[in-house]
């Protein structure tokens, strides 16, 4: 993979991408529709983490008020589900039907079973879940969960987790052998009332390993599509790869992916792909930076434009970069950093797929796993899931830049906040 693309030749391949991807992008909402309900549901683990149990987990649901931003409860998804280590979760593209991971490894109690992936329908008037199944994951703790465009599948990223010890001998000499979880895709059909089915397919990703010494396998950590919708774009934080699937719509296969190896030891963990152009963005969890990329939605192929480094260069604390997101302008690209606990604000340079530092920002609080701007870009709100915060603030839609508002809603272990306009 190029590590660089120059001026011209990132324009020939953004003019090609913009018409193959014009026609399968979707419109973004910005800004909402008037008289619309705006609502925020955040996903939370339990006081147990990434072990799971001990209550205090689960889907909370809260109303926004566009005009100052402050968040009112208005539920939660259930005392059935105060054990359920939502890392992540989703919306159906026709918003009745929530999609939530559980963030283990022992669903049910059972030891090895992996995680879950639970279906919800929405109430079209107060935003409402009424719990409708759980399917197996298909691997350790799952952390990432999307539609497609048509509502009818859905994808499930497994992160894996821990090594087994093995004992061997080689030539009669004994040996520790590690065995590491799989790193995974899972794909699921969803039934006409929103449930889902067990799985359908699995992409297991490659038994290997990346450049850093906690990289000991692969970990599966996100999968998004691309703006023509034709392919999926996965994050391989454990072995330095981004993989691609071609996807054809209604299938029950995912397809063998093919690979773009990234620079040894970066860790790339979340992707975002901008609302209008041939570029994605990824957060690297080892070596605390975030990555431009082009994409070419006619072939599938990543071309590296720049990194650029999330924290100061004087931070010597240990930092992992986490969630990445685009302002509904396009204008700016965001990046949480656990560590340095704050967001990197970064300007895109339409003409060159380029990104600049522009500020900094603390999240008033620790270790911010995820963050997401409401509808309108007015505000964004960061899940601070170290110290049990979720914090608003106001965002300068010319600058980029964020202040905090004030308004702070204490959560156990918040880990991502979605908006759904009813």
């Not at 026609?23 to 799971?52: E, H, I």
């Not at 109690?109 to 279906?119: C, D, E, F, Q, R």
């Not at 302002?327 to 003409?351: L, M, Q, T, W």
């Not at 308004?407 to 979605?418: E, T």
Request: glycine content about 12%.
């Amino acid at each position: 993979m190029n590590s660089e693309l120059s001026r011209r030749n990132f324009l020939a391949l953004t003019g090609a991408g913009l018409v193959s991807a014009a026609a399968g992008a979707t419109p973004q909402p910005y800004p909402p529709q008037s008289g619309k309900k705006v609502y925020a549901y955040v996903g939370s683990w339990t006081r147990n983490g990434l072990f799971g149990g001990g209550g205090g987990g689960g889907i909370h649901i809260f109303s926004v008020n566009t005009n100052d931003g402050s968040l009112t409860p208005v539920g939660q998804a259930g005392p059935d589900q105060d054990n359920v280590n939502c890392g992540e979760l989703c919306f159906s593209p026709d918003k009745r039907f929530l999609y939530a991971v559980n963030e283990i490894g022992n669903l049910n109690g059972k030891l090895g079973a992996g995680g879950g992936v639970l279906s919800f329908a929405i109430d079209q008037q107060n935003g409402s879940l009424t719990y409708l199944n759980t399917q197996l994951s298909m691997g350790e703790h799952p952390c990432w969960v999307i539609t497609d465009e048509s509502g009818s599948r859905v994808f499930v990223t497994n992160h894996g987790n821990f090594a087994a010890i093995r004992v061997v001998k080689k030539n009669g000499v004994p040996e520790i052998e590690n065995v590491f979880d799989d790193g995974t895709v899972a794909l699921y059909a969803v039934k006409p009332d929103g449930s889902l089915e067990s799985a359908c397919d699995v992409s297991v990703f490659e038994r290997t390993h990346g450049g850093a010494p906690n990289q000991l396998a692969s970990h599966a950590h996100s999968v998004n599509f691309d703006l023509s919708k034709r392919f999926l774009v996965a994050c391989d934080a454990g072995a330095d790869r981004i993989y691609v699937f071609k996807w054809t719509p209604g299938s029950r296969t995912l397809g063998e992916p093919k690979f773009f190896p990234t620079k040894p030891a970066t860790g790339p963990r979340y992707s975002r792909f901008h609302p209008r152009l041939p570029l994605f963005f990824v957060t690297n969890e080892s070596d605390s930076s975030l990555s431009s990329f082009h994409f070419d939605s006619n072939t599938g192929d990543v071309q590296l434009i720049q990194t650029v480094r999330s924290i100061p260069a004087d931070f010597s604390t240990r930092n992992a970069p986490a969630d990445v997101r685009i302002h509904p302008n396009g204008k700016f690209v965001y990046s949480s950093n656990r560590g340095h606990d704050s967001i990197a604000i970064f300007k895109i340079e339409e003409a060159t797929g380029n990104i600049a530092l522009v500020d900094m920002v603390k999240t008033q609080g620790t270790a911010p796993p995820g963050f997401e701007f409401e509808p309108s870009g007015k505000f964004l709100y960061v899940a601070n899931g170290g110290s049990d915060t979720l914090v608003t603030f106001a965002v300068d839609p010319n600058s980029g830049k964020m202040t905090p508002t004030g308004g702070k809603v204490d959560i156990l272990k918040p880990q991502c906040v979605h908006f759904l306009t009813l």
